[in-house]
C-alpha cells in the first residue's frame, strides 16, 4: 500500500513564524501536491511537484513556498505566518498522469496565533 | 476553468437507505477524469472511483455506483443500503490530463444506526 506521512497531525504557531510541514511518500511517485482544505470551499491546490527540484504554482500559492530536495519528500514553508493561514494542510502524492488517484497523508491541522 | 459544484452540504439517513450524491461539473477540455474521494473522521481523503471522459459506462461496485453523463456534465454517485461506517465528507474532483484536481465543496454524509 502506499503510505504518505506528514509530519504533524496538529499545529500551533504564532503570528510571524516560519512554519515548516513535511511530506513523505514511499511508492516513488514524481507528482506530489499540497493542499488546503477549508469547509465548503473543498481542497485547494496550493503547489504541486511533478519531479525532484520541480514545482507549479497552484490556485492558492500566496504566502506560500515549497521545496523538492528528495523524490520522496516535499515540504510547504510559510515564510512568515498569518492567522488566515490557519487551515487544514494535506498532502498527497500520485504516479503518471493525471488520470491515475492522488494518495493522500492524514492532513496537519496548523493553528496560527 | 474548471469548476466542481457539489449543492448538497449535508445528506442525513438512517442505516440501510440508499443515499445519492450529486455533482455537477465544468471544463473546456475534451479529455478529463473525474472522480470520487471519501474523507472519514480521521481525516485522510480516500479514494472510492474514477472515470475519463470517453467512458460514459456507469458501473456499481458493492454498494457503491455510479451515474456519469456528459450531456448534462454530471457525476452522481450512490450509496446503497447504507451502513453507519459511510459517514464521512464526500468529495467530487474533476482532472485535467495534466492530473491538477478541482474539488467540489464536499457533502457530509450522516447515517445514523
Known amino acids: 500500500d502506499v503510505k504518505v506521512t506528514q509530519s504533524s497531525r496538529y499545529l500551533v504557531k504564532r503570528t510571524g513564524e516560519k512554519v515548516f510541514l513535511e511530506c513523505v511518500q514511499d511508492m516513488d511517485h514524481e507528482n506530489m501536491f499540497w493542499y488546503r482544505q477549508d469547509p465548503g470551499l473543498g481542497l485547494r491546490l496550493i503547489y504541486f511537484?511533478?519531479?525532484?527540484?520541480m514545482k507549479e504554482k497552484g490556485d492558492i500559492p500566496e504566502g506560500y513556498s515549497v521545496s523538492r530536495e528528495k523524490k520522496e519528500r516535499f515540504s510547504l514553508i510559510l515564510e512568515s505566518a498569518s492567522t488566515n493561514q490557519t487551515s487544514m494542510y494535506l498532502c498527497?502524492?500520485?504516479w503518471g498522469t493525471g488520470g491515475r488517484e492522488q494518495f493522500f497523508g492524514p492532513g496537519t491541522r496548523l493553528t496560527v496565533l | 476553468a474548471q469548476k466542481v459544484t457539489q449543492a448538497q452540504t449535508e445528506i442525513s439517513v438512517v442505516e440501510k437507505e440508499d443515499v445519492t450524491l450529486d455533482c455537477v461539473y465544468e471544463?473546456?477540455?475534451?479529455?478529463?477524469?473525474l472522480f470520487w474521494y471519501k474523507q472519514p473522521p480521521s481525516g485522510e481523503l480516500v479514494f472510492l472511483i474514477r472515470?475519463?471522459?470517453?467512458?460514459?459506462q456507469n458501473e456499481i461496485s458493492g454498494r457503491y455506483s455510479w451515474n456519469f453523463q456528459k450531456s448534462t456534465s454530471s457525476f452522481n454517485f450512490t450509496i446503497t443500503a447504507s451502513q453507519v461506517v459511510d459517514s464521512a465528507v464526500y468529495f467530487c474532483?474533476?482532472?485535467?490530463?495534466?492530473?491538477?484536481?478541482?474539488f467540489g465543496a464536499g457533502t457530509q454524509v450522516v447515517v445514523t444506526p
Open positions: 511537484s511533478y519531479d525532484v527540484k
Open positions: 472515470r475519463n471522459s470517453f467512458d460514459e
Open positions: 498527497a502524492s500520485r
Open positions: 474532483a474533476l482532472s485535467d490530463s495534466w492530473g491538477k484536481l478541482q
Open positions: 471544463t473546456r477540455d475534451t479529455t478529463y477524469y
